[in-house]
């Protein structure tokens, strides 16, 4: 399974930005996409999550109320919908996916490579 992040990018204060993630590859079910991001000299620290099945949300204490993560079920496709963002909120942004790869019979998280997002004042 791969994940391909895009999105990110400059954005003034106040500002808003939208991101997205495609998951591909073979014989896979999705159970829940995510969104952690990592700020500079800080741990990787979990945003936002969907359940792909109910469509249930979830969002940290830092997001919620700004940020909004959908997800498009045809397209295998995530997205967080970013909003009134601050210098807090610069940080590399990383999909998630937690997946069952039904060859095996095994479910595994998967990581996308990143995106940077940079909030500036």
């Known amino acids: 399974v791969q994940l391909q992040a895009s999105g990110g990018g400059l954005v003034q204060a106040g500002g808003?930005?939208?991101l997205s993630c495609i998951a591909s590859g073979r014989s896979f079910n999705i159970y829940t996409l995510a969104w952690f991001r990592?700020?500079?000299g800080k741990g990787r620290e979990f945003a936002a999550a969907i359940r792909y099945g109910t469509?249930?949300?979830y969002y940290s204490?830092?997001?919620k109320g700004r940020f909004?993560?959908?997800r498009d079920n045809a397209k295998n496709t995530v997205y967080l919908q970013m909003n009134s963002l601050d210098s807090e909120d610069t940080a590399t942004y990383y999909c998630n996916a937690n997946v069952r790869l039904n060859r095996y019979g095994i479910v595994m998280d998967f990581w996308g490579k990143g995106t940077?997002?940079?909030v500036s004042s």
């Open 16 to 18: 808003s930005r939208r």
């Open 38 to 40: 990592q700020a500079p």
């Open 55 to 57: 469509s249930a949300t």
């Open 61 to 63: 204490d830092s997001v």
């Open 68 to 70: 909004t993560i959908s």
């Open 116 to 118: 940077q997002v940079t």
